[in-house]
């Protein structure tokens, strides 16, 4: 049983007038507990609305719709009241921002924005909050911490705030840490130094990450499990390694080919993606990939690709997969299926509880539907 | 090197900039030294990158080599011309060889101009093309170089999306035919799969023109990837100098050596394998910078003799230019880092409290 099992979720924001927006479209991921667990794309890929439809934070809006399960421990966080939800949220689950500065309050204490989350859920008051408060800013490498708790939030430096804000994230040993782009607005050394933290706070308290970002690298250093994500959908989801090592999904295979890397050489062609993420059509036409894809078939349009289950919990959203570095001849009768197929027919992996039609496919991937 | 072959040198460059005090009466009460002491050279048809965390003064170093800011002291010589002292007409002309991109396409691109009248612009300025046609055709071969359509040139900004608009901003410095291109930070506002259609477009435009880039920008492996030679700037300063594979392979400086393994590989083998050096704490003030050497507040190496006192000079060592006393004894193993207590540093001109200022660096500042 994981600890958060996010289902079939969706958010769409609709407006008089307007095309309705479907920011998070079918989103299903589950973190064990303990485990770190990676959301990834570019902006407007819906990863900062999936965290902010888990924790309960969109605005209510009339026009804005959340649908699907994000079951926590037994209990769907999405259909709790407000009363119950602010028990669960910063005790069960909390979350870091992006942001620090605008994430804690100017005119308040750092102290007092801590012992605030201490006095809520852990029932402490005065000075025994206040130590707690002091051992916590310590805990996160603040130093002179009793001395910090009086101060503002912008006599910190930007550092500094971050690690306030875990502080306070992590303030009653939450089970779950759900960490918005926690390292975007800091610069590589202070970078290190939060990655550093998060990892030693996963590590010694056992408490579940998601980790959202849009920086492969955040990702290949400290996730066990990555999500990546495309216009609002999952395309591919794999441990840490094999999706390094042998992406499946163009998606993904563009966005590594896309990265220059520090251990690369001076003037290595990188391999872009082509167009902008705005080139997207709409899932029910088809792939939204499609429009950017190099693998691109005919299949690729008209019906939305099925999630293929593969081996070893990866799952991916392509009927027509980069291939394997072991498995080019297979791989190739796997390519030449949906281009034979006559334009409009589903082809073989899109069918929902069918067996692989073709033979001689390496070790048997499983496939079925897995959203229905 | 001859004297030819370089195309901008610029030495001991100093930017200050005047804090000020007071209503009535403004009292200069300090500087922050955000540039403080740059040589450096760019060869004809090279890249050089400038990297840094915010605030070590490396857009301002990029702003004052092209005298939009103007520098406190030091020389900029571009083709063998002394711009600091050059008449402004002089200056004016001189600047239709030597062009900037900006970091966000948006901001930096008037969003009442259409793409027509932003590309005509400089060249109505400098007199380039006698009429409309020939300025016309000028454009629309700048717009080929970019890789973007004719029909580009009757829309407005926002109609393009970031990598297009970007295009549009290296467009503009293209269209009058520079020498020398300073990028401050072209590739970091834009999405990661867009970033390597904007670096790609930067290469080939080097190879098919010839140009010099000045690249400014806070991602290593964006500067590594587009580099010759890289320069790493530490609050005012270039710390270490060096040809950007050697830099990768044998960073000599402590704080290169902290920042290359900052940096995030998309790699996990890498990434569990490697070494990282954290350093502690944050970037001291540029306003009030640490006496002698100013990394040695947060550096792991450093030594109670010298590092404290004496500001090292940049200096050669094996094709590498290094500020470091302890270069050579780091690099072969002699001295082990060992670990830095955390300094609180204040944000800028922001709640210093009285026992945190430490004596002031010249007479008069912080009243």
């Not at chain 1, 809520?120 to 001395?147: C, F, N, Q, S, Y």
């Not at chain 1, 959202?212 to 250093?221: E, N, P, S, Y």
């Not at chain 2, 209503?23 to 050089?48: E, Q």
């Not at chain 2, 393994?261 to 640490?290: K, M, T």
């Amino acid at each position: 049983m994981a600890l958060l099992d996010v289902d079939d979720l969706s958010v769409t924001f609709a407006r008089r007038g307007q095309r309705t927006v479907h920011a998070v479209d079918g989103v299903s991921f589950s973190v064990d507990a303990g485990e770190v667990v990676g959301l990834v794309g570019e902006s407007g890929c819906g990863k900062s609305v999936t965290s902010l439809a888990i924790m309960g934070l969109l605005p209510k809006q009339p026009g804005t719709r959340v649908g699907g399960k994000a079951v926590f421990d037994g209990t769907d966080l999405l259909q709790l009241d407000d009363r119950s939800r602010r028990d669960i949220r910063g005790r069960d689950v909390a979350m870091i921002f992006q942001d620090p500065l605008s994430s804690l309050n100017p005119v308040i204490p750092i102290g007092l924005q801590v012992t605030e989350v201490l006095a809520r859920h852990r029932g402490m008051k005065g000075a025994a909050a206040e130590k707690e408060a002091a051992a916590l800013l310590d805990r996160v490498g603040i130093p002179d911490p009793t001395r910090r708790l009086k101060e503002y939030p912008h006599q910190l430096s930007g550092g500094m705030r971050q690690r306030a804000l875990i502080a306070m994230a992590v303030a009653c040993r939450p089970r779950l840490l759900i960490a918005d782009e926690p390292t975007t607005a800091l610069d590589v050394t202070i970078q290190a130094q939060i990655l550093e933290l998060l990892k030693e706070l996963v590590r010694d308290s056992g408490t579940a990450l998601v980790m959202i970002t849009h920086d492969l690298g955040v990702v290949a250093g400290m996730c066990d499990t990555i999500n990546v994500l495309y216009a609002g959908r999952v395309v591919e989801t794999a441990r840490r390694r094999p999706l390094f090592r042998e992406p499946r999904h163009p998606y993904t295979v563009g966005l590594l080919g896309s990265v220059p890397r520090l251990d690369a050489g001076r003037g290595e062609r990188l391999t872009p993606i082509p167009g902008s993420v705005r080139d997207v059509l709409p899932w029910p036409d088809g792939c939204a990939f499609a429009p950017r894809c190099s693998r691109r078939v005919d299949a690729c349009v008209g019906e939305p690709p099925a999630l293929v289950l593969a081996h070893d919990g990866r799952s991916y959203r392509c009927v027509n997969p980069a291939p394997l570095p072991g498995m080019t001849p297979a791989e190739e009768i796997r390519g030449a299926v949906p281009t034979d197929a006559t334009p409009g027919s589903v082809p073989a992996q899109a069918v929902p509880n069918d067996p692989p039609a073709v033979p001689g496919l390496g070790p048997a991937p499983r496939e079925e539907d897995a959203r229905d | 090197m001859t004297e030819n072959e370089i195309l901008v040198e610029v030495r001991d460059l100093k930017v200050h900039f005047p804090i000020k005090r007071g209503v009535l009466f403004d009292r200069t009460v300090g500087h922050v030294k955000a540039v403080d002491g740059v040589d450096l050279r760019i060869p004809r048809g090279k890249t050089y990158g400038l990297v840094g965390e915010s605030g070590c003064g490396k857009s301002t170093l990029g702003r004052a080599l092209l005298q939009l800011t103007p520098p406190t002291d030091g020389e900029v010589v571009f083709d063998g011309v002394e711009l600091t002292t050059l008449p402004a007409g002089r200056l004016r002309s001189m600047r239709r060889r030597m062009q900037m991109i900006f970091q966000d396409p948006m901001s930096s691109l008037d969003p009442r101009q259409n793409v027509e009248s932003i590309l005509t612009e400089g060249l109505q300025t400098h007199g380039i093309g006698g009429n409309r046609d020939e300025r016309r055709k000028i454009i629309g071969e700048t717009l080929d170089k970019v890789g973007l359509p004719r029909w580009a040139l009757s829309r407005y900004p926002h109609e393009f999306s970031g990598g297009q608009r970007q295009r549009i901003g290296i467009a503009r410095a293209l269209v009058l035919g520079p020498d020398l291109i300073v990028a401050d930070e072209p590739v970091s506002a834009l999405d990661v799969s867009i970033q390597a259609q904007v670096v790609n477009l930067l290469d080939e435009l080097q190879e098919s023109l010839g140009l010099t880039y000045l690249v400014i920008a806070h991602d290593l492996a964006v500067v590594r990837h587009i580099s010759d030679t890289v320069g790493v700037m530490y609050l005012g300063a270039l710390v270490e100098e060096a040809p950007s594979d050697r830099l990768y392979s044998e960073p000599l400086h402590p704080y290169t050596r902290a920042l290359m393994s900052a940096v995030p590989v998309p790699d996990p083998d890498v990434e569990d394998r490697r070494e990282r050096i954290l350093l502690a704490g944050d970037l001291p003030s540029p306003a009030n910078p640490p006496a002698g050497c100013r990394f040695h507040t947060r550096c792991p190496w450093a030594q109670p003799t010298r590092c404290a006192d004496e500001r090292p000079a940049l200096r050669e060592i094996g094709g590498s230019r290094v500020a470091c006393h302890w270069a050579e004894q780091i690099a072969s193993g002699e001295l082990r880092p060992h670990k830095v207590e955390v300094q609180i540093t204040r944000p800028l001109d922001e709640g210093e409290d009285p026992h945190a200022v430490s004596a002031p660096s010249e007479p008069g500042s912080y009243v």
